[in-house]
């Protein structure tokens, strides 16, 4: 089969090989320099996920040159860098905030800017899907979400992602300052006007008295940012790639687009955005399948290959719309699974309805041509021509 299973850009390796070589094992480059563990059977990267002695305290861990960074501490530590007990508060104030309604309500405009950027399609001209809607659209979601005013999205659009500027560390930096400063001030402006979006809901945000500290709130407001944008861009390429892929879900789903919320599992598990969940680190030994890691090793739990591990799904490398893919990693697992995947999925879901409205919809080029992002978190495209 050709496609992303056997694309040389997909890092850090494809599914198959990578777990053909054990689903815990020792790997060069963990974290920076140091040798690590990745994960990439199915289940053991969940047992990782919930295991209480791995820990995100990333600020914890590093120590000496990596500690070099100029990395906003509202970038470098927030909720999903943070452990128990502070985890828990964040995340329930977070939680509380992030309503089912919240994202009910954003509905409409997810699908007026969506119909936006799509009209920007020419008939017989490509259209860059990942420039043309992938990007652009969860960022406009996330802003609308905080209450960033127009004028200022586009700002915040380019910091975001200068933050995944992938072996540019000065540009991340400087871009962690800006944006922090940035809803630094946007805090400020919600205090004194206040407003009915998300960010407000947090300013306003009190959990049996125990407040938010300033630094806490931009930080999560940069957080929203930052995870909500490249993966869920990703995540929009990749399942139209999917689709047009295969042609028997593309003329199922056409005909029935009710079937498309069921389905959009199964694109996470087949082609997951987030191919390595981020960086976690042993507090003491901890044996997973029959590998030990010993304390203070870094593990990579690799979402995406565990998404395609047949002991759990059989078939893994065939999109198949019939299984049930609930059980994915797509989102994480355990304490720290994203906050946003009822926000993901109703973009997805209000995308694909869109793409599927044009009929002749189709690749302009061979899967082939297609070029990935060379990231170890985000497995994404460079660029998505299509025609219609
Ligand atoms: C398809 C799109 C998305 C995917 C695949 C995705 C995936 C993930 C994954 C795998 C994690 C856990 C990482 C880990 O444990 O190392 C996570 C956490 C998180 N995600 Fe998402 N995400 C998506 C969209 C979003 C959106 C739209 C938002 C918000 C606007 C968001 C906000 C968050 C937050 C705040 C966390 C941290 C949760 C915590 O630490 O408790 N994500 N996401």
């Known amino acids: 089969m050709s496609g992303p299973t056997q694309d040389p ?3 850090p390796e494809p599914y198959a090989a990578s777990r053909a070589a054990g689903p815990v094992r020792l790997v060069p480059a963990g974290s920076g320099d140091r040798p690590g563990y990745l994960v990439t059977g199915y289940a053991e990267a969940r047992e990782a996920l919930g295991d209480a002695r791995l ?34 508060r964040l995340r329930k ?24 950027l799509l009209d920007q399609w020419r008939v017989g001209e490509p259209f860059d899907f990942v420039a043309g809607l992938a990007v652009p659209l969860p960022v406009t979601v996330i802003c609308e979400l905080l209450g960033v005013p127009e004028g200022d999205r586009s700002d915040v659009q380019r910091w975001s992602a200068e933050l995944f500027a992938a072996g540019r560390p000065d540009v991340i930096d400087t871009a962690s300052h800006a944006v922090a400063e940035y809803m630094t001030g946007l805090i400020a402006a ?45 995540a929009l390429g990749n399942a139209v790639l999917a689709l047009l892929q295969n042609p028997g879900a593309l003329d199922r789903l056409r005909a029935h687009p009710d079937e498309i919320p069921a389905a959009l599992d199964e694109f996470l598990r087949f082609d997951s955005s987030v191919s390595t969940a981020t960086f976690r680190f042993t507090t003491e030994a ?13 593990v990579l739990v690799a979402l995406g290959a565990a998404n395609r591990d047949p002991a759990r799904f059989p078939a893994p490398d065939q999109l198949d719309l019939d299984r049930d893919a609930a059980a994915h990693l797509a989102f994480g697992h355990g304490i720290h699974r994203c906050v946003g995947a009822p ?46």
């Open 9 to 11: 850009h997909f890092l």
């Open 55 to 88: 820990s995100k305290d990333t600020a914890a861990f590093f120590s000496g040159k990596e500690s070099r960074r100029r990395l906003h501490p509202a970038v470098a530590q927030t909720m999903l860098a943070s452990d128990p007990p502070r985890h828990t």
């Open 93 to 116: 104030l977070v939680t509380k905030a992030f309503t089912t309604g919240a994202v009910a309500e954003l509905r409409p405009f997810i699908a007026r800017v969506t119909d936006e």
């Open 190 to 234: 919600k205090r004194r006007d206040p407003g009915g979006s998300l960010l407000d809901r947090l300013v306003s945000a009190r959990d049996g008295g125990d407040h938010l500290s300033e630094e806490e709130l931009v930080s999560l407001a940069v957080l929203l940012l930052v995870a909500g944008h490249e993966t869920t861009a990703s």
């Open 286 to 298: 901890v044996t997973l399948g029959s590998t030990t890691i010993p304390t203070g090793v870094p």
């Open 343 to 388: 926000l993901a999925k109703a973009e997805l879901e209000i995308a694909l309805r869109s793409v599927l409205r044009f009929p002749g919809v189709r690749l302009a080029h061979p899967p082939g041509e297609l070029r990935w992002r060379r990231t170890r978190l985000i497995r994404g495209l460079e660029s998505l021509p299509l025609l219609r």
